[in-house]
């Protein structure tokens, strides 16, 4: 009797376990995106007419619904197409061999590059690369390819440089394109001194994952947008511990991830690529001094 009834139960709270998961995990998804006013709405509107339907026993309308809904999965593809295709990146997205050091040594470029030009107020518009390749969503652009130093970035933005207008691509240290026409957002809710530049931003950043750091031109002001949301007037210390958050693999406890990654990164030899990656949780062990032999002048001979 008990295994029966035990038999019977298991089923049902299964499949409500597994659809509170989903549901809770649907309702993080949309929550904060462009499309989330539009789901509140249409599941606002569902249920009403679902509940005047049943309390009046509407046929023709209860139909309707039945229909409209089985057209819902469409719906959500083409409101959400942004927010999936990013989402679908990052779980495909798996850094093998980079290391925390130089992930952080890619910030630290940024966090120069931006307090130098903001000193000086000398516009920029810069765009980190994730999962989501940059160059389906941005416009024209030259290809650059080189290494990316804070003397560089600072020729490309300089007023008199032919490419210094437009936003630059960067990916795992270097500069892929310089001169890109980044897409503007099209949200009404911005305040109306926001210029070209931080629309570019806040477009390119609904539009993919990336990450785009802004200096302004005419105030020398630091900002980056992510996710659709911009944040303006930050520091050099606030902009490098939100860079750190996103880009340096955060210290945990190893697992046969973690093993795996240090095994290949010890073993693999990769052409161009003769920096050897460190996990940020073990130091580097510091070279020993050696000092130099110390050489005495000879004795004069005897003539």
Request: glycine share 6%.
């Amino acid at each position: 009797m008990a295994f029966e009834l035990l038999n019977n139960i298991w089923r049902p709270a299964l499949e409500i376990l597994i659809l509170a998961v989903g549901i809770y995990y649907a309702a993080n998804f949309i929550r904060g995106t462009r499309g989330a006013p539009v789901v509140t709405g249409l599941v606002v509107l569902f249920v009403a007419l679902s509940f005047i339907t049943t309390v009046l026993e509407l046929t023709v309308l209860r139909w309707l619904l039945g229909t409209f809904s089985a057209f819902s999965a469409f719906a959500v593809l083409v409101i959400f197409q942004p927010e999936l295709r990013r989402l679908l990146a990052e779980l495909g997205n798996q850094s093998l061999l980079m290391s925390a050091r130089e992930q952080r040594e890619d910030v630290e470029v940024i966090i120069e590059t931006v307090e130098r030009l903001a000193d000086v107020r000398i516009g920029a518009l810069m765009a980190m690369e994730q999962s989501i390749n940059l160059a389906e969503a941005v416009e024209s652009g030259v290809v650059v390819d080189c290494e990316a130093t804070p003397e560089m970035l600072e020729t490309i933005f300089f007023p008199n440089n032919a490419i210094h207008d437009g936003g630059v691509i960067l990916k795992n240290g270097r500069i892929l394109r310089a001169a890109c026409i980044f897409p503007l957002t099209q949200r009404q809710d911005l305040h109306k001194s926001l210029g070209t530049r931080h629309r570019a931003a806040i477009g390119l950043s609904e539009e993919t994952d990336a990450v785009v750091v802004l200096v302004s031109e005419e105030t020398g002001a630091i900002s980056y947008a992510h996710r659709g949301e911009l944040k303006r007037g930050v520091t050099a210390e606030e902009l490098r511990a939100f860079l750190t958050s996103i880009f340096v693999q955060r210290v945990r406890a190893r697992n046969w991830v973690d093993n795996f990654r240090l095994w290949l990164a010890r073993n693999v030899r990769l052409s161009g690529s003769p920096k050897v990656p460190v996990p940020a949780s073990e130091p580097v062990p510091a070279k020993p001094v050696v000092p130099a032999p110390v050489v005495l002048p000879k004795k004069a001979e005897a003539k």
